[in-house]
Structure formats: structure tokens, C-alpha cells
């Protein structure tokens, strides 16, 4: 049960850090007939869109 | 709700009643902080349970089986449905700055119980609406921002008066976090070495995730983390060497052009170098410190030491002048209400919720997190003797510049601390001293320390855990100071691509640069003054972070009433006229006091007159040089421009209220047709 637990956590933090986006994406992409940005270049644009607008609060 | 629901929520409300009973008549001996706590949950549990789910079905009517922007419009990259407790994550992440451990912390000169009674009251009924709603109305606009929704539901004149806000507020906000690392890492080599190990440290991560573990953010951040901390606890070695100690220590003028140099070269650097890397650092220290701070609170259930009210709420305050009405509620913001938190709740969250209902736990509830965050800010402020508290947070204009002085002053405020009492302190922490380091952040470290080091018997780790504190809240205030530069010059090149298209174009790298120094130059002059104000920055600058704040936050429910309005919803305008009116009232009265306070020391324009007087004088008689007539200048000058930037932000409030009512008038007498701007409506098919 511990073992599920830390699976279930270790599962909702990489979630949460957004280790997970790309392959959705890709898999979001294929659904669609879209050939999907590289990885790198995902990442990029994702920190591009991220930081042109308020995202972080005082 | 069935009969065992109703019971378990009247106990709730008894507990909540006995807590606030117990601080309302505690006399002499010391409260115990686990009464605030308790105090403080029972009402943010009865505010989520009743007051939001009034505000989500009776006010707004989030309804599931409509689907949102992110299931109609999913592409993957901004449009996600996301789970709603890593959304609910990622929001508060968002949204949780500096602001509610630092307000707190400078409100405590008045005692602890205006700060927290505002934290919580204010919270449930004003700033977690004020997110909630602002949230779910740019959900239902697709993701709207904030200035986008001014204009399409205010006015075009509001839009652009929400985004010169903004910008306004963009630079006083990084000038005034700026000013607190700037008081945190003064004189202390051991804060300054951790805070440089960092950014390597940052650029390091930074590498591993774009070329050799891509994606591995968790990894990365461990290994960030095991850095970071090599840091804090190395840092003690360089403290005690007689070579490099000297080497990180620095004064707060020459702290200041370190951050603003950073901030010019962070800033357009590419994001994926430091400004990422490090952002995730600061959200997982972020996150699990505030989890161990409450922790450590609830273990060490420490004495509050600091009184309810102290003799400050006359006005006469070392950290900041100004009575408890209008400047508690002004000092605090993000602990109970900030308008900031609109353009977060109206960025990329709208974007990525699964159901509208989601909407009441993230937007409510984020904001209902980052109130208790205020709280146990407010209880690791108390920890400390108030002779501590006072010498700490107090600059040297107000209590002497030397040891001797400050304390004999602050003793005779009927707050008793000794030279030696500091000194031993500042040795137990790892600091050559701990006097005049205002801005809230040390003091929050040692509360932070002292309640650290009392659980789990770790008395012996006190430096490592007040160097620990410095580190985490540098770290994420430096990640605010970076970002926000960027957003800065992003609206910058927005506005001045109107006029010259090329310096609108964010791939055009001497655009990046002029307009990064146009904003680092902006914000770098309010920096430099506040570190050179015999007042203390923290004095002038606070509170004008604070007007601003609340003048967007007064933006944001301007639109949200006038959006009400034509939903048709006029008999619950209250749930946002009531907060509005509140800030309006509040701003106003702050703003006035700033500007034509008679007294220097909370009047801009008075202080500006004071010193113009003694410069007169002085010249007059031959009795100053050259150089400290050209100084006095300058704080004449920056007084005035404080006074000036207080006027117009509150010219704008009142602008932007104006032209809200006017709004009203007409829709609630039918002289305009409420048109809303609503996404079409679709049925969800994804499951509950």
C-alpha cells in the first residue's frame, strides 16, 4: 500500500512538473494529422508563452 | 446536506467561535499561536464551504455540463484539461510571492491581531472572490486577460488604463522585492554566497534539461536542490574565513546595482538558461517549506510573544508610518487581497481547467492557501520578543544608527532588548548583525529558524535554517524580478511598437535589450532610492506597492461588477461591491495620507519640504558639502516622484471607477444593452 502511495505521489509530481506534456502533445498531434514540433522546440515555445505574460505574483 | 453534514459544520463554526473567544480576551500571559491557527482554518473552512459554493451556483452559475476553453479549443500546447489538484498547484505556485510572507511581517508593528483579522476576513470575503470571479469570467471569455476584459466589457478607456496599471505596478512591485533581498543579504557574506551559488547553480539545471535529460524536470530540480543546499550550509564556511568572508559582504547601495545589473543580464538571457531552471527550484522549495512551516507550527505550537496591539496603531510606527486604518489593509495585500493575483487567475489557468467547477477550488481556494501562508507569516513574526522584532525590522533613522542607540530607543518604547541580547542572536543565525535589516525577510527567517529548530530538538541547526529561509524567499523573489522584467518589457515593446514596429518584434535582440534597460532602469531608480531614504525604503516604497496593488485589484472588480450586471445578477452585486467599495475607500485614504500628510514621515510631499527646508539652511550657512547637498537633492526629488506616482495611480482609480459606473448606470437603466462576450456555449462530454 505504501508502495502504491509513493507511486501514486511520485505519478502526480511529474504531472505536476509538466513531464508529461510533451508526449500528450504528441499524442494530441497524431489524433489531429499534425506532425508534432520536436521536443526542443516544444519546450521552447512552452517557456516562451509562459513568460510573456504575468506569471509569476509578488 | 444531511443531519451529521449540518452537525460537523456547527462544531466547525463553535471551534472557529471558542478560538476567536480565546484571542479576544487573552490578557497578560502569551497566546499560543495553535488558537490563531485554529481560528484562522475553522473560518477559511466555513468560507469554502458556504460562502464560495454561494458565490459558484447562486452568483456566477458554474455548470459542468459546459464544456470549457480547454476541452473545446485543446491543442495541446495552451489548451490542456488539466487534472485539477496539479492545476490547483501550478496556480498557487502562481500566485504565491513574496507578498504574504513580507506584509505580514511589517503589519505585525501594530500587534498581531489587525494583520491577521484583515489576512482573514479580508481573504474570504475579498481577495478569494476577487480571484474566483476574475477566473471563471475569463474562463467563460476563453482565456481572456484581464485588459482584454476592461475593454470588451468596461471600456476602452479601461483596457488601457488596466494596462498602463499594470505596468505601473510591474515596476514598483520588482523595485520593492528587490529592496527586501537587498535588506536580507546586507553585510551577511553567508546569505550573499548562498543567493551566488544559485545561479550557477540555476544555469547548471538549466543545461541538463535542454541537452542531456530533456524533460526531467524532477531529476533536475533534485539535483538543483542538493546544490542549493551545498550552498546554505558551505555558506557558513565562508562566513567564518577572514579571506572570503570580505569578498561576499556588501552595503545595500552596492547590493542594489549587483540586482540590478542581474536583473538587466537574467532578463534577456534565454528563458530555458536561468529564469526556468530556477523557477522550478523556487516552486518545490516554495511549496515544501510552506508545507514545513506549517508543520513546524502546529509541533512547536509556539508562544505568540509580540502583543495584539501594540502603541503603533497611533501612527508613530518605525517600520512604516501611517495608522492602522488605512495602512494594516494597505501593507497587507497578498495575504488578503491583490489585484496582481487578477492577471495571474486571467492567464494561463483559465486555459486549462477540465470543469468550470474547478474553478471554486482553484480560484478560491489558491487564494484561500496563500491567506494561511499570511497567517503562519503572522505567527513566525510573533515568535520573536517584540524588543527583536522592533530592532530588526526598524532602519536607523527611526531607533539611532548604532547598537547603543536602537536599543536604548526601543527600549523605551516599553520593549526591552539589550545590545548583547542582539548580538547573541545574530551569532546564533550566522550574521555579523541583525540591526536595521528591515524589509520583513530576515526577521521572517529567524521566526522561520526559531520555529525549525525547535522541532524535532534541531536547536543546533538555527543558522542553517535562518540561512535556509533567506535562500528560499531570495530565490523565489528573484524569480519574480526576472519574470517580471520580461512581462515588463514585453508590454513595453507592445506599447512602443505602435509607434516603431521594429522595437515591437520580441525576436529582434537590440529591442530586447533597449526596452529590458528601459524597465530595469525604471525599476533599478526606485531600487537605488529606497536603499538611500534615511527612512528606510520599505517606509515610501511599501505602501506605494500596496496602493498599486489594491488599484488593480479595484480594476479587476470594477470589470467583474459591470460583468455581474449584465448577467444579470444585480442582487448579489454586493459579493463584489462590498470588497470594491472597501478597497476604494481604503486606497483613497491611503493615497491622500501619502501625498499631503502634514507629518514627514508619512507625507511624501511634507518629507520634501522638510529636507528642502534643512538644504536651505544648510547651504545658507556653509555648513554642508557639496556631495550631501546633491544627496539631499535627490530625496527631495524622489519624494516628489512618489508623491506623483501615488496621485496618478489614484487618478486612475478613480478614472477607472468613474467610468465603471457610468457603465452600470446604463445598463441598469437600459439606456445600453448588456451585451455579453461570452465563448458559445457547447456541451462537455468529458466525464465529472
Known amino acids: 500500500m505504501i508502495i502504491q502511495l509513493l507511486k501514486s505521489v511520485w505519478s502526480f509530481l511529474r504531472e505536476a512538473s509538466g513531464e508529461n506534456d510533451y508526449q500528450r502533445y504528441c499524442t494530441r498531434a497524431g489524433a489531429r494529422g499534425e506532425s508534432p514540433l520536436s521536443a526542443d522546440d516544444f519546450y521552447l515555445s512552452r517557456l516562451e508563452r509562459k513568460y510573456s505574460r504575468p506569471s509569476r505574483c509578488c | 446536506m444531511s443531519a451529521l453534514k449540518r452537525l460537523s459544520w456547527f462544531l466547525v463554526a463553535v471551534l472557529g467561535a471558542i478560538a476567536l473567544g480565546v484571542i479576544a480576551v487573552a490578557r497578560g500571559e502569551p497566546l499560543n499561536a495553535v488558537w490563531l491557527v485554529t481560528a484562522a482554518v475553522c473560518i477559511y473552512a466555513l468560507g469554502y464551504r458556504f460562502y464560495s459554493r454561494f458565490v459558484a451556483y447562486r452568483v456566477l452559475g458554474l455548470d459542468d455540463a459546459r464544456a470549457t ?66 477566473l471563471f469570467f475569463s474562463l467563460r471569455r476563453d482565456g481572456r486577460s484581464l485588459g482584454q476584459m476592461a475593454k470588451a466589457e468596461v471600456s476602452e478607456f479601461g483596457g488601457w488604463t488596466a494596462l498602463f496599471a499594470v505596468l505601473a505596478i510591474m515596476v514598483i512591485l520588482i523595485a520593492v522585492v528587490a529592496l527586501v533581498v537587498v535588506n536580507a543579504l546586507k553585510s551577511s557574506p553567508w546569505g550573499m554566497f ?88 523556487a516552486t518545490f522549495i516554495k511549496l515544501g517549506t510552506i508545507l514545513a512551516l506549517g508543520v513546524g507550527i502546529l509541533l512547536a505550537h509556539p508562544p505568540m510573544l509580540l502583543p495584539p496591539l501594540t502603541r503603533f496603531t497611533d501612527g508613530t510606527g518605525p517600520i512604516f508610518a501611517g495608522k492602522v486604518f488605512p495602512f494594516c489593509f494597505i501593507t497587507i495585500a497578498c495575504g488578503a487581497i491583490s489585484g496582481f493575483h487578477s492577471l495571474i487567475a486571467s492567464g494561463t489557468t ?20 496563500e491567506s494561511f501562508v499570511g497567517v503562519m507569516a503572522m505567527v513566525a513574526a510573533t515568535v520573536l520578543r517584540p524588543g527583536f522584532y522592533f530592532a530588526v525590522n526598524s532602519p536607523a533613522g527611526a531607533v539611532g544608527a548604532t547598537p547603543e542607540a536602537a536599543v536604548a530607543t526601543i527600549s523605551g518604547w516599553g520593549y526591552p532588548v539589550t545590545a548583547q541580547e542582539m548580538a547573541d542572536l545574530a551569532h546564533r543565525v550566522g550574521e555579523i548583525t541583525l540591526f536595521n535589516r528591515t524589509g520583513g525577510a530576515p526577521s521572517l527567517a529567524v521566526g522561520m529558524a526559531q520555529i525549525f529548530s525547535h522541532t ?80 528606510g525604503g520599505i517606509n515610501s516604497l511599501w505602501p506605494l506597492f500596496g496602493i498599486s496593488n489594491q488599484l488593480l485589484a479595484t480594476i479587476a472588480l ?17 459579493v463584489t461591491l462590498a470588497p ?39 547651504v545658507a550657512a556653509g555648513t554642508i558639502s557639496a556631495a550631501r547637498a546633491a544627496e539631499i537633492s535627490r530625496l527631495i526629488f524622489n519624494d516628489r516622484l512618489d508623491a506623483t506616482v501615488t496621485l496618478i495611480l489614484a487618478v486612475l482609480v478613480v478614472l477607472v471607477l468613474a467610468e465603471s459606473v457610468r457603465q452600470w448606470w446604463l445598463y441598469a437603466f437600459g439606456r445600453k444593452q448588456a451585451l455579453l462576450t461570452e465563448a458559445p456555449a457547447e456541451l462537455s462530454r468529458l466525464p465529472a
Open chain 2, 69 to 134: 476553453p480547454a476541452e473545446r479549443l485543446e491543442d495541446g500546447c495552451d489548451f490542456i484539461p488539466t487534472n485539477k489538484w496539479v492545476l490547483f498547484g501550478h496556480h498557487f505556485a502562481a500566485i504565491a510571492g513574496p507578498g504574504p510572507l513580507v506584509g505580514p511581517i511589517l503589519a505585525a508593528q501594530f500587534g498581531y491581531l489587525p494583520g491577521t483579522l484583515w489576512i482573514v476576513i479580508g481573504g474570504v470575503l475579498g481577495g478569494c472572490v476577487q480571484d474566483f470571479v476574475t
Open chain 2, 194 to 281: 548562498t543567493i551566488a551559488v544559485i545561479i550557477p547553480a540555476a544555469c547548471l539545471i538549466g543545461l541538463y534539461l535542454r541537452y542531456l535529460r530533456p524533460g526531467r524536470v524532477l531529476e533536475a530540480s533534485g539535483l538543483g536542490f542538493m546544490l542549493v543546499m551545498a550552498g546554505v550550509i558551505g555558506g557558513r564556511y565562508v562566513a567564518e574565513s577572514p579571506h572570503w568572508a570580505p569578498a561576499f559582504t556588501y552595503t545595500s547601495v552596492a547590493l542594489a546595482w549587483i540586482i540590478i545589473v542581474y536583473g538587466f543580464v537574467s532578463s534577456v538571457l534565454p528563458a530555458w538558461l536561468l529564469l526556468a531552471p530556477r523557477d522550478y527550484l
Open chain 2, 350 to 369: 483559465p486555459k486549462l481547467i477540465a470543469k468550470e467547477s474547478h474553478a471554486r477550488t482553484i480560484g478560491y481556494g489558491c487564494m484561500m492557501m
Open chain 2, 456 to 535: 524535532l530538538g534541531m536547536g543546533r541547526l538555527e543558522a542553517i535554517w535562518y540561512h535556509f529561509a533567506i535562500m528560499f524567499e531570495a530565490l523565489f523573489i528573484l524569480t519574480v524580478l526576472d519574470a517580471g522584467t520580461r512581462v515588463g518589457r514585453f508590454m513595453l515593446q507592445e506599447l512602443l511598437g505602435h509607434v516603431a514596429p521594429r522595437l515591437g518584434r520580441t525576436n529582434w535582440y537590440p529591442g530586447v535589450v533597449l526596452t529590458s534597460a528601459l524597465i530595469v532602469g525604471a525599476w533599478g531608480y526606485f531600487l537605488l532610492g529606497g536603499v538611500r531614504d534615511p527612512l
Open chain 2, 558 to 574: 470594477c470589470i467583474a461588477t459591470t460583468i455581474l450586471i449584465k448577467m444579470g445578477r444585480q442582487r448579489y452585486l454586493g
Open chain 2, 580 to 618: 470594491l467599495a472597501w478597497l476604494v475607500t481604503v486606497t483613497m485614504t491611503a493615497s491622500y495620507q501619502k501625498v499631503w500628510s502634514p507629518n514627514p514621515r508619512l507625507g511624501f510631499l511634507a518629507h520634501a519640504r522638510l529636507l528642502s527646508d534643512q538644504l536651505s539652511g544648510s
